[in-house]
């Protein structure tokens, strides 16, 4: 029994530099996967948390429509004019008192949305220029 274990010690030894490589690969292969996988947990960890909490600065936009105000003014406005020729030429044409006031109150009614069509014109440069000042003071 003694000759088997020194049979065994003196093969140890012959192999030992082997066996010392081998553990020691394997060590460092456990450490080497071990620090892969926690990198990957910590990555995933911070990309969950970043994907969660960030939100990207939001992108405002100006537009100036005056132009296209001042156009539907100026239609509601020859629109209106219209409606007065109208009515004016079929007051001429009868000389009834009533077409006379049908055509007194068309025409008030057309002057009060060529009002009101200004005025909604006057409300959107104001608000394109409170627009384009706050766009300036940031």
Request: no cysteine.
């Amino acid at each position: 029994m003694s000759q088997e274990k020194v049979d065994r010690y003196k093969k140890q030894k012959a192999n030992r530099k082997q066996i010392m490589q081998r553990e020691k690969r394997e060590k460092m292969l456990w450490k080497i996967g071990g620090s892969v996988v926690a990198i990957a947990l910590v990555a995933w960890v911070g990309f969950s948390a970043f994907d969660r909490f960030y939100e990207p600065p939001r992108k405002f936009y100006v537009a100036d429509t005056a132009a296209i105000s001042d156009y539907l003014t100026n239609l509601a406005s020859e629109d209106a004019a219209e409606e007065v020729a109208d009515a004016v030429d079929e007051a001429l044409a009868g000389d009834d008192e009533e077409t006379s006031e049908a055509v007194e109150s068309e025409t008030d009614a057309a002057e009060s949305e060529t009002d009101a069509a200004e005025s909604e014109t006057d409300a959107a440069e104001s608000e394109t220029n409170a627009a384009q000042s706050e766009t300036a003071e940031s």
